[in-house]
């Protein structure tokens, strides 16, 4: 079954509004990662909290952990055109040393 | 320095047939692992190398796939009696340890007729 489950599956804003995406997983976790994904090739790794961490910041994007709900959200700020991707979250399980993806939510930015 | 590299980029092969992905992952980075996307889907996790210990193959979906890591370095998977269900997007990172961060190559897409 789907570690994590990002919401929405597809999420279009314009140019300049922010954008927020969520995940929810079912166990417990050492960290959770988000990847982006452009025209269904290679991930490029984004950000990395780690379960005893509520918050993080990297440029414009922010992630929150909430480990008592289970659930993660990433924002980006100011959206651009170029930020239109795939963004999927990935979380250990339990510990397990490979990573479990969501089917991830596709961001259309409009410029 | 050189990412995550893997050939070929496409594949397209007739059912029946094998067929060998190989990935060359960044210098240094002991962890390797394999996964597969179809279309429009999430990562499909298929096995996992960390250094000399036995490689983790609970996400492989059938003895057809198997693969190897030589020298602790080159993966090679491969698929055999290639299957039109196999069709999809391989996709390989190697990272640094475990529960680090993971760079990906840029996939290899296999076409199955």
């Known amino acids: 079954s789907q570690q994590g489950e990002e919401d929405p599956q597809a999420l279009s804003i314009q140019e300049g509004e922010n954008a927020t995406m969520n995940c929810s997983y079912k166990?417990?976790?050492?960290?959770l990662q988000w990847y982006r994904q452009n025209s269904g090739r290679g991930l490029v790794h984004l950000i990395l909290i780690r379960s005893n961490e509520r918050e993080k910041h990297s440029g414009r994007l922010r992630v929150t952990l909430d480990t008592s709900k289970k659930s993660s959200s990433l924002l980006i700020t100011a959206s651009r055109a170029a930020d239109t991707a795939s963004y999927f979250c990935a979380t250990d399980q339990g510990g397990s040393e490979k990573l479990v993806f969501g089917k991830g939510t596709k961001l259309t930015v409009n410029p | 320095g050189a990412g995550v590299s893997q050939s070929p980029s496409n594949k397209v092969t007739e059912k029946g047939k094998d067929v060998e992905l190989r990935c060359d992952p960044i210098s240094g980075h002991t962890a390797l692992y394999w996964y597969r996307q179809s279309l429009g889907q999430g990562l499909e996790f298929l096995i996992y190398?960390?250094?000399?210990?036995?490689?983790?193959k609970s996400g492989l979906p059938s003895d057809r796939f198997s693969a190897e890591r030589t020298g602790g370095s080159v993966s090679t998977l491969t698929i055999q009696r290639t299957q039109q269900e196999d069709s999809a997007v391989y996709l390989c990172?190697?990272?640094?340890?475990?529960?680090?961060?993971?760079?990906f190559g840029p996939g290899t897409r296999l076409t199955v007729l």
């Open positions: 990172a190697s990272s640094f340890g475990s529960w680090v961060e993971q760079f």
């Open positions: 166990t417990s976790i050492n960290n």
């Open positions: 190398f960390q250094g000399n210990s036995a490689p983790d």
